[in-house]
Each structure stands twice: as structure tokens, then as C-alpha cells.
């Protein structure tokens, strides 16, 4: 759950940059955060590492925040995310150990 500062935050970020800059913000973001999960794999997981992995887990969770929220994307996404734990939840339960 966001704070009341976060949201004010996020707005005045959408507006003085606009959508077109957030959204591409949000896909410079997934990709730093993709680059930084196959460090994590690749090299020995020493405290930089994991912490450029939390840095870029929390720039990819803001820009997600910022473009659901100014989308009107909340509702659809929390339903695909039903959908789809709904659908992992099958996948363990079917696989056997
Ligand atoms: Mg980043």
C-alpha cells in the first residue's frame, strides 16, 4: 500500500514528465532490473550484487505503481495476478516431488 506521499509523488512525476516518459521509464527500469537478476545467477551473490538487485526491484516496483495508477490499470492487473497465481497454485499441485 502506498503512502499519501508516495501517490502525490508519482503524480507530479507523470505530470511534469509525462506518460509517454513514465512509460518509458518503467521499460528502462524492467530492463536494468532484468540485467541485475542475471548478475545475481551469473556472479558470486557478494552484498553489491544483491544490493543493485534491491535497488532496481524497488525503481521497477515504483514505475509499475506510477503506470498502474495512471492508467487505471489496478483492477485489470490484480486480476490477471489471480489468474495467473490461480494457475501456478494448479501447476504445484499437479507436479510431484
Ligand atoms: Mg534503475
Same mark, same amino acid.
Do not use: F
Given at each position: 500500500?502506498?503512502?499519501?506521499?508516495?501517490?502525490? &509523488?508519482?503524480?507530479?512525476?507523470?505530470?511534469?514528465?509525462?506518460? &509517454?516518459?513514465?512509460?518509458?521509464?518503467?521499460?528502462?527500469?524492467?530492463?536494468?532490473?532484468? =540485467?541485475?537478476? =542475471?548478475?545475481?545467477?551469473?556472479?558470486?551473490?557478494?552484498? &553489491?550484487?544483491?544490493?543493485?538487485?534491491?535497488?532496481?526491484?524497488?525503481?521497477?516496483?515504483?514505475?509499475?505503481? &506510477?503506470?498502474?495508477? =495512471?492508467?487505471?490499470?489496478?483492477?485489470?492487473?490484480?486480476?490477471?495476478?489471480?489468474?495467473?497465481?490461480?494457475?501456478?497454485?494448479?501447476?504445484?499441485?499437479?507436479?510431484?516431488?
Amino acid at each position: 500500500m502506498q503512502s499519501n506521499l508516495e501517490i502525490k &509523488t508519482m503524480q507530479e512525476a507523470w505530470e511534469r514528465w509525462g506518460g &509517454t516518459a513514465q512509460v518509458m521509464q518503467l521499460a528502462e527500469e524492467s530492463v536494468e532490473l532484468a =540485467h541485475a537478476c =542475471h548478475k545475481i545467477v551469473r556472479k558470486p551473490k557478494g552484498l &553489491t550484487e544483491l544490493n543493485k538487485l534491491a535497488e532496481e526491484i524497488a525503481d521497477a516496483e515504483i514505475m509499475v505503481q &506510477t503506470v498502474k495508477m =495512471h492508467l487505471a490499470l489496478n483492477d485489470l492487473v490484480a486480476s490477471y495476478r489471480d489468474l495467473k497465481m490461480n494457475r501456478l497454485k494448479r501447476r504445484l499441485d499437479n507436479v510431484r516431488p
